[in-house]
């Protein structure tokens, strides 16, 4: 009667050890996991198990530097070439910090409106509705001064829409031009330029996210071209000679500040990023970090090139 008892507590105990290995094991695995997910939190979402479409820090990265890089770094080195490199650099220095500080002053307002607007809940339920300049105004100001800001936005947005549909029109009136061999009027090219361009934005912000990247990466690879073309001509005497810091300001911190200009896209990261307001400050880092590394670059290689003291009509040389 012994004999068959102590076999039973035997295999009880073998059992017990079995379930104990196979919960140790599970426990490892997902520990495993947890660090997985933690080294690639930057490029993956955290909620992807959950089905949310949550952004990317990479991504909205992008977006914040793909709205600050526009235009206004054509002009750049034809605007700060009297002041030189060393205080255009100081100047863009300035923008930055500026740019970065709105930035995060930005991300808080909207944090807080849509925190007093919308639960947590709602906004994964109802997948959307943060809080945007307007709503802010709203919350701080009234009615009078939603009212307001909806004004200025209106006449700011005009105006950069205006001004990219125009030149865009010429652009595609000089390409059709010189390499179809087809006349086109600029105004028909304006009208495909924002037809295009808009039907784009038609798409929602994660479609938007995948053509900007691929804009992006396009700038970054011309970038790369011009620079690559230009460096070999860089003269470090025409970076070190030309100083002249009375002309920082205005003529550096005014183009400086709409380069890097991007504060308007906040509240859009903030909703992209899921309302995770640290996932957003990593991105207008990231985002603003972008720019000013390309600006830099930028006025080097064409400051470098060319020298002031022989020039004639120096901004048209450039």
């Known amino acids: 009667a012994f004999q068959p008892q102590h076999q039973c507590h035997r295999l009880l105990r073998i059992h017990y050890s079995q379930q104990t290995s196979c919960r140790n094991n599970q426990l490892y695995k997902t520990d495993r996991l947890s660090n997985s ?6 490029f993956t979402s955290q909620n992807d198990k959950e089905g949310n479409s949550d952004g990317t820090v990479v991504g909205a990265s992008l977006l914040f530097a793909g709205t600050a890089i526009g235009a206004g770094m054509i002009a750049l080195p034809a605007e700060t070439i009297d002041a030189g490199f060393v205080p255009s650099v100081f100047g863009l220095l300035l923008c930055w910090i500026f740019t970065y500080i709105t930035s995060l002053v930005t991300l808080e307002a909207s944090w807080l409106a849509s925190s007093s607007t919308i639960s947590s809940e709602q906004k994964n339920q109802e ?3 943060g809080a945007g300049f ?5 919350m ?7 009212i307001l800001t909806a004004s200025l936005f209106w ?13 865009g029109g010429q652009l595609i009136s000089q390409f059709s031009k010189e390499i179809i061999h087809t006349d086109i009027a600029p105004t028909i090219g304006s009208l495909v330029f924002a ?3 808009a039907s784009l934005a038609t798409y929602g912000t994660s479609r938007v996210d995948a053509i900007n990247r691929i804009f992006v990466f396009g700038l970054i690879a011309t970038f790369i071209g011009l620079v690559g073309v230009g460096f070999p001509m860089v003269k470090g005497s025409n970076l070190i000679d030309q100083s002249n810091w009375g002309m920082v300001y205005p003529p550096v911190i005014s183009i400086g500040i709409l380069s890097f200009g991007a504060q308007n896209v906040v509240p859009t990261l903030l909703q992209y990023l899921n309302y995770d307001p640290l996932k957003t400050r990593q991105a207008i880092l990231l985002g603003s970090l972008l720019p000013l590394t390309l600006y830099t670059i930028w006025e080097a290689v064409f400051l470098g090139v060319i020298d002031t003291s022989n020039a004639d009509g ?3 040389e450039v």
């Open 140 to 146: 701080a100001l009234g009615v009078p001064g939603e």
């Open 155 to 167: 006449f700011l947005l005009t105006a950069i829409i205006v001004a990219y549909t125009a030149e």
């Open 134 to 138: 307007l709503s802010i105004s709203k």
């Open 127 to 129: 997948g959307g509705g």
């Open 195 to 197: 037809t295009f361009f």
């Open 314 to 316: 120096s901004k048209m």
């Open 37 to 42: 997910q933690i080294n690639t939190q930057l």
